[in-house]
């Protein structure tokens, strides 16, 4: 009796570590709408077919990682668009075109990524501003700066080495391609797993799920919560490298990804206002979120049901965390 009990506890508890408790409905819903897509689509899951859309997300699964570990320990992070759009920017006006100014700039953009990521977590974590307002500002900072630079329109032009990641990929007989965007989100999703099951990440959760008494048991607050800011626009400027080399230059290129990537993180069952939610499920939210924007477009539905479902979803994700608050409460 006592082995016979023990097994599917033991699953449970495999389950719940790789789930998130609750966050299971996002890998029912991701397999619904490619049954949908397929069934709409056959050719959809053909490798290249497949390979092209695993690409095409590529950016927002990186931004979703990004959003999760600030939302996991209790904020928001509204400035990663943005971030996005001024890296872009950045990387066509100082490249333009010249082959050997690619890793300077690549390097240049990791430390201007940072950099960003530091002021944001100082303001919310030493200023105690909240961080919806301190990203909002951010955000609003990066696209007036960027526009004033640019005067509205990019210059400039990124060169063929710096799009390769986000375009180009290993050529394989089973596949076609490989895109290395694919490669880049796997690699930063495995990282990230491995990270929240080390002590800094177990630290990341407490803080988001009860602040008083993660610093009660010695947690810096404010440093975990400043690294975390700093990791979000870190893979925010991973994003901006892989959307330039997909997308290349254009004056829309970051806009309303903020949004997408917090729809995408909540979808996956990460609890606005933190302690809940895993990486896999947030990677998974960010594919759903693709694979619906991909069914719209197949439905011929007009482009403006891609905010109207984004925000039914934050809705419903919002009230559904506040119901699970509560409800120890009710039943107490």
């Not at 082959?99 to 002021?119: D, H, K, N, Q």
Request: aromatic share 6%.
């Amino acid at each position: 009796m006592t082995t016979t009990t023990s097994r599917p506890a033991g699953a449970k508890a495999v389950a719940a570590r790789l789930f998130g408790g609750g966050s299971a409905t996002v890998f029912a819903l991701l397999v619904l709408v490619f049954v949908v897509i397929a069934f709409m689509n056959p050719s959809f899951f053909e490798p290249p077919s497949l390979m092209a859309f695993l690409k095409k997300a590529a950016p927002l699964v990186v931004l979703a990682v990004g959003q999760y570990l600030v939302i996991v320990c209790g904020e928001l992070d509204l400035s990663v668009g943005s971030l996005v759009g001024a890296q872009v920017a950045i990387a066509a006006g100082v490249i333009d075109g010249e082959e050997s100014r690619t890793l300077p700039t690549l390097l240049l953009m990791l430390a201007f990524g940072a950099f960003i990521g530091l002021v944001n977590g100082l303001v919310v974590t030493v200023l105690r501003v909240h961080s919806l307002i301190a990203t909002l500002g951010m955000m609003l900072v990066l696209y007036g700066a960027i526009r004033l630079w640019t005067g509205g329109a990019p210059t400039g032009a990124l060169s063929d080495s710096f799009r390769q990641v986000g375009r180009e990929g290993i050529d394989l007989p089973a596949v076609r391609q490989l895109p290395w965007a694919v490669l880049v989100a796997v690699g930063i999703g495995i990282l990230a797993t491995v990270l929240m099951r080390r002590p800094f990440g177990r630290t990341l959760v407490a803080t988001g799920d009860n602040e008083k008494a993660a610093a009660f048991a010695g947690v810096r607050v404010w440093q975990v919560r400043t690294i975390a800011f700093v990791l979000s626009s870190l893979l925010a400027t991973v994003a901006a490298v892989l959307i330039g080399g997909y997308a290349g230059v254009d004056a829309q290129v970051g806009s309303g990804l903020e949004f997408t990537a917090i729809t995408a993180v909540v979808l996956g069952g990460v609890v606005l206002g933190g302690g809940r939610g895993t990486v896999l499920a947030a990677m998974a939210g960010a594919l759903t979120l693709e694979a619906l924007f991909t069914l719209f477009n197949q439905l011929s539905l007009p482009s403006t049901i891609r905010p109207l479902a984004q925000g039914l979803i934050i809705i419903a994700a919002v009230a559904w965390a506040a119901r699970e608050r509560r409800s120890p409460i009710t039943q107490s």
